[in-house]
């Protein structure tokens, strides 16, 4: 257990609207993930933090914002949210050793995310 | 061509059964591999990871052939317990982790 939790769980939201996702963790990692899955897909990766104001875009990075204003609190934000937004988020923490990210990635139970 | 490949499975097996799963890679400069496993609507969950001369974890054994860019995992005497989908999961050009579609196992009674 990383000490991941992640808020809302499940979300049912229109199109058009803003959303934000909130990953907090309590074991003070660095680097911090958000995925997104879908059927057919592996987990694909849409933004990731190195610190503090420290981010970066992943593979599927449109449509999407992050903010990361204090260690453990990781938020993604929908702009202006579409049907194809609609997944499963997966937020995650990567153990150092060296002060280098091992790659061992552990992750937060998800956010259920629906957009009519 | 997706970096990480997998057969998606069903494999259907009963108890007691030896089973194996295989992945490829393209992305030659790999050097991080990882099986995980998902339980049915839960988060990913480290099941271990690969090194170059293979492991072993009680009854899964993980091996890695570069020169092919393929990974397995294999699971002896299956228990109903090992019902998941198996994630296979390789570093990219980033140091980003790549993650298979994963290969769903349902072990029968």
């Known amino acids: 257990d990383a000490g991941i939790t992640q808020s809302p769980r499940h979300k049912v939201t229109e199109t058009g609207t803003p959303v934000t996702l909130r990953c907090h963790q309590t074991?003070?990692?660095?680097?911090m993930y958000w995925y997104r899955q879908d059927p057919g897909h592996g987990l694909r990766l849409i933004h990731y933090?190195?610190?503090?104001?420290?981010?970066d875009k992943g593979e599927v990075s449109d449509g999407y914002s992050v903010s990361r204003s204090k260690t453990e609190d990781f938020l993604l934000t929908l702009e202006s949210a579409t049907s194809s937004q609609t997944s499963v988020y997966f937020c995650?923490?990567?153990?150092?050793?060296?002060?280098?990210?091992?790659?061992?990635?552990?992750f937060g139970p998800g956010t259920r995310l629906t957009v009519l | 061509r997706k970096e990480v490949e997998q057969d998606p499975g069903p494999f259907n097996v009963p108890e007691g059964a030896t089973v194996a799963f295989n992945c490829t890679y393209s992305?030659?400069?790999?050097?991080?591999f990882f099986w995980y496993r998902q339980d049915c609507r839960k988060e990913p969950k480290l099941l271990m990871s690969?090194?170059?001369s293979g492991n072993e974890d009680g009854r899964f054994t993980a091996q890695l052939n570069r020169a092919s860019q393929y990974i397995s995992l294999l699971i002896r005497d299956s228990k109903l317990s090992d019902s998941a989908t198996y994630l296979c999961?390789?570093?990219?050009?980033?140091?980003?982790?790549?993650f298979g579609a994963g290969t769903r196992l349902t072990v029968k009674p």
């Open positions: 992305n030659s400069a790999s050097q991080s």
């Open positions: 933090s190195y610190g503090v104001k420290d981010t």
């Open positions: 995650a923490i990567t153990r150092t050793s060296g002060g280098a990210a091992n790659n061992e990635q552990f």
């Open positions: 074991e003070n990692h660095r680097y």
């Open positions: 999961v390789v570093n990219g050009n980033n140091n980003d982790m790549r």
């Open positions: 690969v090194y170059s």
